[in-house]
């Protein structure tokens, strides 16, 4: 049988699927539930597991490889980076940072940038952001800064954002939990209103909110929490880890609505599915409250990580990726449609990124993942009954439809 390579896997069959399941299973912390399949390479839109089957890659690492598995531009830049620099740490400048700050300013059309790792990582940066500039700027009472969330959120899994989570298999046990959060149900401008007074510093907000099923708010609502943090005197935060990027068929889910964040949070796909890259984008006497020592990481903003992120960024600047979640994303969105009263009660779909909400006579979404899989798609469920699809932007018209066609053989049973 043949065995894997790499130091220590001598003895490991490489197309056992068991074998490989297992050994995550005896020495990896179940602190998740995948579905049983073992991957072992990716092309574009595809991937392939280690008894040679092929599969559409329908979850895209959670919006994190819109560009799709080992993307060539993407690779060559990588391999480029890695025989020159890789990390530096921030005590020193690198001849990559600058440009790619520059470059991730003007695609946010903001002065400045913060460059973190993971979008956990990201999102906490918002969050001390905004209570310091609270503090110095607003003149908020120290240790009295309150922040808006949204009911729903998913936002990372740190100690301080699952504070403010309403997931209770995320939160449970972890208490006890940070204060200064506030929580209203999303799309309810009333409710935000009510929840912001002189102590608020920041609405925090998804766009579209992903791990709830890709949840659109209502036509008109971010327009809406833009004028009332505008008149409230509080700063708009937009997660856009998930969304944004190209992965609505806009760059950013809130230019739907034509809005501008004060703080925009980035992740997932700024680092090409090849590295972890995040960022927070604002404007310079927002940023300006971090000083020298009051925030960092060793790794943030290192030259590899710049390197990618760059060119990440000219990639999206060409329109090319945006216009294809659009133009997919329809195609996705009319395909599914038709199951709507047979077997499925809604579909909700933002370019290429769709919550399929299954009813509960055919199946849970777990069940219907295990049957996507069995058609060779790959997919993740949200929530029970909520299917999400988010296929790299570099599928192709057949690749959708053969999503949509395995969704309507399942449907039918």
């Not at 940072?97 to 903001?110: I, M, S, V």
């Not at 912001?196 to 609405?203: H, Y």
């Not at 390197?307 to 133009?327: D, P």
Request: proline share 5%.
């Amino acid at each position: 049988m043949t065995s894997s390579s790499g130091a220590g896997a001598g003895d490991l069959p490489v197309n056992d699927t068991e074998v490989h399941i297992e050994l995550n299973e005896a020495y990896s912390a179940h602190n998740y539930h995948p579905l049983r399949v073992v991957l072992s390479a990716g092309e574009g839109a595809w991937v392939t597991d280690v008894e040679g089957r092929r599969y559409l890659d329908c979850l895209a690492g959670y919006s994190a490889l819109n560009f799709g598995h080992s993307h060539p531009r993407l690779v060559a830049r990588v391999q480029e980076q890695l025989g020159r620099l890789t990390l530096t740490s921030r005590a020193f400048y690198n001849d990559q940072l600058g440009p790619f700050a520059r470059d991730l300013a003007q695609l946010t059309g903001k002065e400045m940038i913060l460059p973190m790792n993971s979008g956990a990582e990201a999102v906490e940066t918002a969050l001390k952001l905004a209570r310091k500039w609270g503090y110095l700027v607003k003149g908020v009472p120290e240790g009295q800064a309150t922040i808006v969330a949204m009911e729903g959120n998913f936002h990372g899994r740190t100690t301080t954002i699952v504070s403010f989570s309403t997931d209770a298999v995320a939160t449970a046990h972890y208490a006890p939990y940070t204060p200064g959060f506030r929580l209203v149900p999303y799309g309810d401008l009333a409710a935000l209103e009510a929840a912001v007074d002189d102590s608020t510093v920041a609405v925090l907000l998804e766009p579209i909110q992903g791990e709830s099923g890709v949840i659109i708010p209502p036509d008109g609502y971010l327009q809406q929490v833009r004028t009332l943090c505008n008149s409230a005197g509080v700063l708009m935060m937009a997660d856009e880890i998930q969304s944004g990027l190209a992965r609505t068929g806009r760059t950013f889910a809130c230019d739907h609505e034509e809005v501008v964040p004060d703080v925009y949070i980035l992740g997932k796909a700024l680092g090409g599915g090849l590295y972890p890259v995040s960022a927070i984008a604002a404007d310079g006497d927002v940023l300006a409250v971090f000083t020298p020592g009051s925030h960092g990481s060793t790794f943030g903003g290192n030259p590899l990580a710049a390197a990618i992120g760059r060119e990440v960024i000219a990639m999206l600047e060409t329109g090319e990726f945006q216009q294809r979640a659009l133009t997919l994303g329809q195609r996705l969105a009319s395909g599914l449609g038709g199951l709507v009263g047979h077997g499925v009660d809604e579909v909700r779909a933002r370019g290429l990124w769709a919550g399929v909400d299954v009813n509960p006579e055919l199946a849970t979404g777990r069940r219907i993942c295990e049957q996507l899989l069995e058609h060779g798609i790959l997919a993740k469920e949200a929530h029970g009954q909520t299917v999400r699809l988010a296929p790299p932007l570099v599928a192709s018209e057949d690749d959708i439809d053969t999503l949509v066609a395995a969704f309507h053989a399942i449907a039918a049973g």
